[in-house]
């Protein structure tokens, strides 16, 4: 499978622990983003990444999250302390960016993340 | 702040109705509008629509924009059970490329 992978699938963890998901994007693409999701919402950005240099963080993105992408490969969310209102769907997504060109981005399956 | 409102919520059909869905936006520096389905699992790509006026179409579905009025709305004819799913507005705008989404229409198709 050549698409957007990410990992775990589900977590399930007690408030106040750390947890960390991982996101492989398609191979050649260059932007790597993180979103949010909640039941009912649409998908809320919280930050993305051109190769290793993180370009954005959203105001939704707290001092307890952090995101890295360290080889502009993969990427890791780790989110400390986690609060019951950590719960949700985060979705990794992935594009090929060529100068101002914008290119479709495509989704991986999302971590579910349940937060106790 | 960018916003995208969709109307409306939620909908529910008989198979082989046709579905007019909306989706609205005020967004600095808009680029383009993007239409996503989203059964139980992430957003699959439907179009991307960047000039007014101008109809895509893939199969039952089509799409065009309104740049003036600030609108865009995704048509689905001869809907199927299949077509059951949320359906995701998101606007490209600004320097960078993260997309604002609206909150997204849950279409249900019955047989």
């Known amino acids: 499978d050549t698409g957007v992978s990410q990992d775990p699938r589900h977590k399930i963890t007690k408030r106040g622990q750390n947890v960390t998901f991982r996101c492989d994007p398609i191979?050649?693409?260059?932007?790597l983003y993180w979103y949010r999701q909640t039941l009912g919402q649409g998908p809320e950005f919280l930050t993305y990444?051109?190769?290793?240099?993180?370009?954005?963080k959203s105001r939704l993105l707290s001092d307890r999250f952090s995101a890295e992408r360290p080889k502009g490969s993969f990427s890791t969310l780790e989110i400390q302390r986690t609060e019951q209102g950590d719960s949700a769907m985060y979705l990794c997504?992935?594009?090929?960016?060529?100068?101002?060109?914008?290119?479709?981005?495509?989704f991986g399956p999302g971590t579910r993340l349940t937060v106790l | 702040e960018d916003k995208v409102v969709q109307s409306p919520l939620s909908l529910v059909v008989h198979e082989g109705d046709t579905v007019t869905l909306n989706c609205s936006y005020e967004v600095t520096n808009f680029r383009s509008l993007l239409w996503y389905k989203q059964e139980k699992k992430a957003p699959t790509f439907l179009f991307m629509l960047t000039s007014s006026g101008i109809e895509k179409k893939s199969g039952r579905l089509s799409s065009i924009l309104d740049k003036k009025e600030l609108f865009s709305i995704l048509n689905i004819t001869a809907t199927q059970t299949g077509d059951s799913a949320v359906y995701l507005c998101?606007?490209?705008?600004?320097?960078?490329?993260?997309?604002?989404f609206g909150k997204g229409i849950t279409l249900s198709v019955r047989p």
């Open positions: 191979s050649e693409h260059n932007r």
């Open positions: 990444f051109q190769n290793e240099a993180q370009l954005e």
């Open positions: 997504a992935s594009s090929l960016i060529r100068g101002k060109a914008y290119n479709e981005q495509f």
């Open positions: 998101a606007v490209w705008a600004g320097a960078n490329s993260k997309l604002t």
